[in-house]
């Protein structure tokens, strides 16, 4: 395995690389759009560096297989620039673009064998037979195709023939980046892992500029650098997988991101100060501004502590999962979960608890208030 990873490493050590840039960009599907709902993407700015490994998360219809498509060139947007290293593309089709794809459902011809499947792009480019043959056979022992390179495409099971998705968009030598549309959908859980632990190794190696589309966090958060959340067609947060498990700029991400996900409550404002349940919360902020539809408090419940005084809550389950025990516990204002390690003795009907200082933040109209 790991002479394999060094090989595909000496196959793409010489990429070209792109810094890509996305401004003001938007767009609809619909020829006459009436309001914000209308439209996929709204007013999306992004600077990507070269060499970076970055994310698109969001959960199915948020934008982001409409964003990677925008980039790619097969959708041509509504509004806006994209720009590869400061030249502008945004009326390039997708070959002058010079961008390798693989979507989320293999795309190979079942006539081809393995070894013609993975030929074809580099056929395409007109290159000697001498190389295609080196190229192939080095992908192939990358992504343990070496043993199929003879058979029929149609006859692999969903998994091998992704890993021919895979492998056609690593042989090429010429890309500016290369994208994944949720690559490992189809993939079984095991080889999902090693894949995707390849992936992140082999970036690490060559500074490539990768792109990786998925709805999983899990994913997302072991792949990149930089993940970009997106929501209703808009980006909420973009940060590394730290910065958006520790400080969630939207509540959006706060339930996303996490698992349990981040506590929501309706709180008050008063005077400046975060008040909750009718106790005086610890918050970092000086809040001025107060004309907000609606205020919630956030907090994490791996930030959440048992104590003899603080808010009043009713403990109605409590989940060992080994490690941790998961509490589900009740206050007024709506449920708690709190996380505590597997050693901590829960109380059995009521108890006090308090958030730390550090990790509490206050939304206003779902944006965290800075």
């Known amino acids: 395995m790991w ?28 020829k006459k759009p009436n309001n914000d709902a209308d439209w996929a993407l709204k007013d999306i700015n992004i600077d990507w560096k070269d060499g970076g ?29 994209i720009l590869f290293n400061d030249k502008d593309v945004t009326s390039l089709n997708p070959v002058e673009r010079d961008i390798a794809q693989i979507f989320q459902f293999p795309v190979i011809y079942d006539t081809m064998t393995v070894y013609d499947n993975l030929a074809f792009p580099l056929k395409n480019r007109g290159l000697s037979k001498t190389e295609i043959d080196s190229k192939v056979k080095e992908i192939a022992e990358m992504l343990e195709l070496t043993p199929t390179l003879n058979n029929k495409a149609a006859g692999l099971t969903a998994d091998g023939k992704q890993k021919i998705s895979l492998g056609r968009g690593l ?49 997302a958060l072991t792949f990149a650098d930089q993940v970009v959340v997106m929501h209703e067609g808009q980006i909420v947060q973009t940060g590394t997988p730290i910065e958006l498990f520790e400080k969630p700029k ?40 107060t004309n907000f539809n609606k205020t919630q408090v956030g907090i994490r419940p791996e930030f959440i502590n048992f104590s003899k005084e603080g808010i009043k809550v009713k403990i109605k389950r409590v989940s060992d999962t080994g490690r941790h025990k998961v509490i589900d516990a009740d206050c007024s204002s709506g449920s708690i979960k709190i996380l505590a390690n597997a050693s901590v003795e829960i109380p059995s009907d009521s108890a006090h608890i308090t958030f730390d200082e550090k990790y509490t933040y206050v939304y206003g109209d779902d944006w965290i208030i800075e």
């Open 250 to 289: 939207h509540t959006f991400v706060g339930h996303f991101i996490g698992s349990p996900g981040m506590n929501i409550l309706p709180c008050e404002i008063k005077n400046g100060q975060v008040n909750f349940e009718g106790n005086i919360l610890p918050n970092n902020t000086s809040i001025k501004k």
């Open 53 to 81: 490994a970055y994310a698109l998360l969001g959960p199915s219809g948020c934008g982001k297989t409409t964003l990677l498509n925008i980039i790619s060139g097969l959708l041509k947007p509504s509004k806006g620039e």
């Open 171 to 219: 042989v090429r030598s010429d890309v500016n980046v290369i994208m994944f549309d949720e690559p490992l959908t189809v993939i079984d859980p095991h080889l999902k892992w090693v894949l995707r632990s390849k992936l992140k190794e082999l970036h690490q190696k060559i500074n490539r500029t990768m792109i990786y589309v998925t709805h999983d966090q899990i994913e």
């Open 3 to 30: 002479m394999s990873f060094y090989i595909l490493i000496q196959i793409i050590d010489w990429y070209p690389m792109a810094k890509i840039t996305l401004k003001n960009l938007s767009h609809t599907y619909l």
